[in-house]
């Protein structure tokens, strides 16, 4: 196999928490971006307030030289306020990835509502990033060929490609990537592990929506159909789990999806891990069946290597979130350490 054509050079800090700012009291990270109105661009960050509980923020990001350098906040636009998103002794709105659809015209949020059975995919929709509608937690199409039923289980890690594909079945469909956590034990204790068939490691698995479900009622949306297995743990630097990260892109190749894997131990019933390593990595899907992987990193693009990135509330995290294009290059934002956001340029390898 040929070398990976693309890579990640990292250019620095651009949002670190505020100090006194309760909101931020346990970091900023794990950001979701786009474009508004007004063509400036934005992260969406992950906003720890004490007791690891999430909201989504707002920030205009600064740039310099063409360079994301920092960001201009401007407030809350997404709080733990419905019962799903709420447990007795939890709440959050966590880790939002957004992707714009221009067929639809709307930005397409999907976050993670950690409420009173842990952590679960919902999605909601915005036309300026600002006011954003909900349209719920994320069922799935029961597939008795899997043998499992993916509404009980904890999922992560989920986004939207930005424009239709065609559908195994050959239906003209919006694809989404999601990532199910097996462990029922994380929910009623005792039950354990039930994977289907097949890779029991957290992996990578897409879902499709016909689009002309989606255009007859927007709240087709949060209803993932025709699951199935996309990509699991493969190298050593993945070794536990991998994970979707900013919405694919395409190019020449087929569309490139940049990921992370995680190495070292996780505890049961623990939020924050601390004995892990997230690296980022990425593969090329194929441009037409997109549940084809045609080529994958087989080394970190992006490990935890700098001061920001080896320490904070989550140590030894490189986590990608975003992309986008800043005056003709393309800058990843990713979280350090579960603690601040960090950008780097991703270009083809070999480019000067």
Same mark, same amino acid.
């Given at each position: 196999?040929?070398?990976?054509?693309?890579?990640? *050079?990292?250019?620095?800090?651009?949002?670190?928490? /505020?100090?006194?700012?309760?909101?931020?009291? !346990?970091?900023?990270?794990?950001?979701?971006?786009?474009?508004?109105?007004?063509?400036?661009?934005?992260?969406?960050?992950?906003?720890? =307030?004490?007791?690891?509980? *999430?909201?989504?923020?707002? =920030?205009?990001?600064?740039?310099?030289?063409?360079?994301?350098?920092?960001?201009?906040?401007?407030?809350?636009?997404?709080?733990?306020?419905?019962?799903?998103?709420?447990?007795?002794?939890?709440?959050?709105?966590?880790?939002?990835?957004?992707?714009?659809?221009?067929?639809?015209?709307?930005? @397409?949020?999907?976050?993670?509502?950690?409420?009173?059975?842990?952590?679960?995919?919902?999605?909601? @929709?915005?036309?300026?990033?600002?006011?954003?509608?909900?349209?719920?937690? @994320?069922?799935?199409?029961?597939?008795?060929?899997?043998? /499992?039923?993916?509404?009980?289980?904890?999922?992560?890690?989920?986004?939207?490609?930005?424009?239709?594909?065609?559908?195994?079945?050959?239906?003209?469909?919006?694809? /989404?990537?999601?990532?199910?956590?097996?462990?029922?034990? !994380?929910?009623?204790?005792?039950?354990?592990?039930?994977?289907?068939?097949?890779?029991?490691?957290?992996?990578?698995?897409?879902?499709?929506?016909?689009?002309?479900?989606?255009?007859?009622?927007?709240?087709?949306?949060?209803?993932?159909?025709?699951?199935?297995?996309?990509?699991?743990?493969?190298?050593?630097?993945?070794?536990?789990?991998?994970?979707?990260?900013?919405?694919?892109?395409?190019?020449?190749?087929?569309?490139?999806?940049?990921?992370?894997?995680?190495?070292?131990?996780?505890?049961?019933? @623990?939020?924050?891990?601390?004995?892990?390593?997230?690296?980022?990595?990425?593969?090329?899907?194929?441009?037409? !069946?997109?549940?084809?992987?045609?080529?994958?990193? $087989?080394?970190?693009?992006? *490990? =935890?290597?700098?001061?920001?990135?080896?320490?904070?509330?989550?140590?030894?995290?490189?986590?990608?979130?975003?992309?986008? $294009?800043?005056?003709?290059?393309?800058?990843?934002?990713?979280?350090?350490?579960?603690?601040?956001?960090?950008?780097?340029?991703?270009?083809?390898?070999?480019?000067?």
């Amino acid at each position: 196999m040929s070398a990976f054509p693309y890579r990640l *050079s990292r250019a620095g800090v651009v949002m670190t928490p /505020v100090a006194g700012d309760l909101l931020e009291a !346990e970091g900023v990270l794990n950001p979701a971006s786009g474009r508004g109105p007004d063509g400036d661009l934005y992260l969406l960050p992950r906003l720890v =307030a004490e007791g690891n509980v *999430s909201r989504v923020g707002l =920030a205009r990001v600064i740039t310099e030289d063409g360079v994301p350098v920092a960001v201009e906040r401007q407030g809350v636009v997404l709080e733990p306020d419905r019962p799903f998103e709420r447990g007795r002794s939890n709440a959050g709105v966590e880790d939002p990835r957004i992707t714009f659809i221009p067929s639809l015209g709307l930005h @397409v949020m999907t976050y993670v509502a950690y409420g009173p059975l842990g952590p679960h995919t919902a999605v909601a @929709v915005s036309d300026d990033l600002r006011a954003w509608r909900r349209l719920g937690p @994320v069922s799935f199409e029961y597939d008795d060929e899997l043998g /499992v039923d993916l509404s009980l289980f904890h999922n992560k890690d989920t986004v939207f490609f930005p424009e239709p594909v065609t559908a195994p079945d050959g239906t003209p469909s919006l694809a /989404v990537l999601h990532r199910p956590v097996w462990d029922l034990g !994380e929910i009623r204790p005792g039950e354990g592990e039930q994977p289907p068939a097949g890779e029991g490691r957290p992996s990578i698995w897409i879902a499709f929506i016909p689009v002309e479900a989606v255009h007859r009622d927007l709240r087709e949306l949060a209803r993932w159909r025709q699951n199935r297995f996309l990509a699991g743990p493969e190298f050593p630097f993945e070794e536990l789990k991998i994970g979707a990260g900013p919405a694919p892109r395409r190019v020449p190749e087929g569309w490139l999806l940049i990921h992370h894997g995680v190495t070292g131990r996780l505890e049961s019933g @623990v939020a924050q891990q601390k004995n892990v390593n997230y690296a980022a990595g990425a593969m090329i899907l194929d441009g037409d !069946e997109p549940w084809r992987v045609l080529d994958r990193t $087989t080394e970190p693009l992006l *490990s =935890a290597e700098t001061e920001d990135e080896r320490s904070g509330i989550v140590p030894n995290v490189v986590f990608p979130t975003a992309i986008e $294009t800043v005056d003709g290059r393309d800058w990843v934002f990713y979280g350090m350490a579960d603690s601040k956001i960090g950008v780097a340029l991703l270009e083809r390898a070999g480019a000067d």
